[in-house]
């Protein structure tokens, strides 16, 4: 069993912030061609690495970093805010370590026991419409079908969580099929409006059908549930999942409309405004109006991440001793992760819109950073989980003593509900 101090991971959390902060302008300057290509360059995630940046959600057991929640947002605002494509494969390699974790000891010692150079977690189509298909068999699971969409990380990491459809006794559910990288085929479908060097591609699996081992395929409830020890010890895998992944997705939010802000700012010194008398933008009333609301935007949604990344944190440490938060407690709070989620990027990408119309015509050229972070923070508003009224709407049926949509998925919220569970049985039982 291996533990990791609290004063050593202030000391690594600190020290990766200065690596990445020395690396950001090299992040910004190579953005553009990494975009033209569809990917990071194997130099980038070269750097990244070695900065330290995809560490920080790894097991200490086997090396890692394993920062606090908390921490790891201030990681990943950080380098949202030189560059949004990297941000987002820093926040999927740090979100999902939990998959793994919940796959048992045998899965952790595979993905984290190698050397390895870049993420090690990437996942693909966990959601119901996935076209990948799993049938139980002697020894594991035979997978096929696909393509898997939206494979971020995928291009960079020692395996891909393919997510599959298995039916059996008259009832369909996700099986979670852990696949080596070498038994994949990725495709060049990237065409995107932003996040374009994220290199999200979908996949396909080399075969037509693939076995899968009974330890790398798991029944995803049972990942979702944490039915399976993982053998490590410290309490960030016992954070609630949505409250870790999604608090992060803010954080990459924040990170964003951050690093277009101070851009906007750079460029405004001694720019004159059109169809005014003004010589200086900076020095003009009306932009020290848009630069309040601007604030003012950014401030909510990064309170908003840090307090829900603190309370991830906390009720991680009440499970590692024993005495989990109640269910209903448990539902709420992810419910309210997930709104407040939506809500920090909607004004997130809000703000950002507003720099990015008092920045002149010369802001739309592909090298202007401003026209990225605007871009790039309008896909996560779209991203499959960030739904805002449906998660509006789920949230404040909670808040009026109700139950939520019961939905299949990662981001379901039933799991945490016993009532909601006895209710699915009886109906499942009636009919």
Not at 29 to 38: C, I, Q, T, V, Y
Not at 77 to 85: F, L, P, R
Not at 316 to 325: E, F
Not at 332 to 340: I, P
């Amino acid at each position: 069993m291996t533990m990791i101090s609290s004063l050593e991971t202030s000391r690594r959390h600190a020290e990766v912030l200065r690596n990445l902060r020395a690396l950001g302008p090299t992040l910004r300057e190579r953005a553009l061609a990494n975009e033209r290509a569809g990917r990071h360059s194997d130099q980038t995630i070269a750097d990244l690495d070695a900065a330290g940046a995809f560490a920080i959600a790894s097991p200490a057991e086997f090396g890692g970093d394993e920062l606090s929640v908390r921490q790891q947002l201030d990681i990943v605002m950080e380098v949202a805010k030189w560059d949004g494509s990297c941000g987002w494969t820093v926040w999927v390699a740090a979100s999902t370590n939990w998959i793994p974790a919940g796959m048992g000891p045998k899965v952790v010692e595979e993905v984290y026991s190698q050397k390895w150079v870049g993420p090690r977690v990437a996942g693909s189509s966990h959601f119901p419409a996935s076209k990948g298909r799993a049938r139980k068999v002697e020894g594991g699971w035979v997978i096929s079908g696909g393509p898997w969409t939206f494979g971020s990380d995928a291009l960079w990491a020692p395996y891909t969580n393919l997510g599959c459809i298995a039916e059996e006794g008259g009832g369909k559910y996700l099986v979670g099929a852990q696949v080596p990288r070498d038994q994949l085929r990725f495709l060049d479908d990237w065409k995107v409006a932003g996040m374009k060097a994220t290199g999200s591609v979908s996949l396909e699996l080399n075969e037509a059908e693939l076995f899968v081992p009974e330890h790398r395929a798991i029944d995803f409830r049972d990942v979702t549930g944490r039915k399976l020890d993982s053998g490590l010890a410290g309490s960030l895998w016992q954070v609630p999942t949505l409250g870790w992944a999604f608090s992060l997705m803010s954080g990459m939010s924040v990170g964003i409309a951050e690093g277009a802000l101070e851009r906007f700012l750079d460029r405004s010194e001694g720019r004159p405004i059109r169809g005014t008398t003004y010589k200086n933008q900076l020095e003009a009333p009306l932009t020290h109006l848009l630069l309040a609301e601007v604030h003012s935007k950014i401030k909510a949604a990064k309170l908003i991440a840090m307090a829900n990344a603190e309370e991830t944190d906390r009720l991680g440490q009440l499970a590692a001793d024993g005495t989990p938060a109640e269910p209903a407690y448990m539902q709420k709070f992810s419910a309210r992760v997930l709104v407040e989620t939506a809500y920090a990027a909607k004004w997130c990408a809000e703000a950002i819109e507003i720099l990015q119309r008092n920045s002149g015509s010369t802001a739309i050229m592909e090298s202007e950073p401003i026209q990225r972070a605007w871009r790039d923070a309008r896909v996560i508003t779209l991203h499959g989980a960030l739904n805002l009224e449906a998660l509006s709407e789920n949230y404040g049926r909670l808040m009026a003593g109700m139950q939520p949509h019961n939905f299949a998925g990662i981001t379901t919220l039933d799991r945490f509900s016993p009532a909601a569970k006895q209710a699915a049985l009886v109906d499942n039982h009636v009919h």
